[in-house]
């Protein structure tokens, strides 16, 4: 089944305690992006990667850290979390057939992450 | 990269029509226009996307002006599992970033 999984579905954690977030697809998608979601602010764009050791910040990159070494794998690298960076996180992939946007973006489940 | 408007919120009487609008007066020549929408706390959702030509699949209709300032997303027959917040975004080269906003809540009522 082609799908988004991300890793973990929740988590809690302590100010300043390193943590990843893993996310992989299967569909051998070149763009994939992570959003965190919070009330009233809607979905934004932390990093993208257009592909395998590309990638870019979106609208709110600080304390936040990805990696792109593989295709299917997006981890999302919390090195000093903060309170602040307590959220709902979406990570997302999809096809850029012929260089173009016109695929969709598939979505995992979310992780809810709350630094205390 | 092409900002949208959304109203914040919408209510649609099940089995009507809902129609969604989204104005994206910046889009460039070769942004899509998305159309995404989110039940609770799930995943948003692909329902449509187009270009310049009105589309239409299984879930919904997209209606494009013809200067592409504006499009209008229609759910032919709503359902209260239709429920849900609904996004537009401008996709292209030029707007890697997919910013979604805020949306508009579409809130179907029996």
């Known amino acids: 089944e082609a799908q988004v999984t991300q890793n973990p579905r929740y988590l809690i954690t302590v100010t300043g305690k390193k943590l990843t977030v893993t996310c992989s697809q299967n569909?051998?998608?070149?763009?994939m992006s992570w959003y965190r979601q919070d009330p009233g602010l809607g979905l934004r764009q932390i990093y993208y990667?257009?592909?395998?050791?590309?990638?870019d910040k979106g609208d709110v990159p600080e304390g936040y850290k990805v990696s792109r070494k593989e295709k299917r794998n997006f981890p999302l690298i919390l090195e000093s979390p903060s309170p602040n960076q307590t959220s709902l996180y979406f990570c997302a992939s999809s096809s850029l057939p012929t260089g173009s946007f016109n695929s969709p973006l598939h979505f995992g489940n979310g992780t809810r992450l709350t630094v205390t | 990269d092409a900002k949208t408007t959304q109203p914040p919120s919408m209510d649609c009487a099940e089995g009507r029509a809902a129609n969604l609008p989204c104005n994206h007066s910046?889009?460039?020549?070769?942004?899509?226009v998305y159309w995404y929408r989110q039940i609770h706390s799930q995943g948003p959702q692909y329902i449509i996307h187009?270009?310049?030509n009105n589309e239409t699949n299984e879930m919904a209709s997209l209606i494009i002006t013809e200067d592409r300032k504006s499009s209008t997303l229609i759910l032919p027959h709503a359902t209260l599992r239709d429920t849900a917040v609904y996004y537009c975004?401008?996709?292209?080269?030029?707007?890697?970033?997919?910013?979604f906003g805020s949306g508009t809540q579409l809130t179907v009522l029996p």
């Open positions: 990667s257009m592909n395998v050791e590309v990638t």
């Open positions: 910046t889009i460039s020549g070769n942004e899509y």
């Open positions: 975004i401008g996709v292209g080269w030029s707007a890697r970033q997919l910013t």
């Open positions: 187009g270009l310049k």
């Open positions: 569909m051998n998608h070149e763009y």
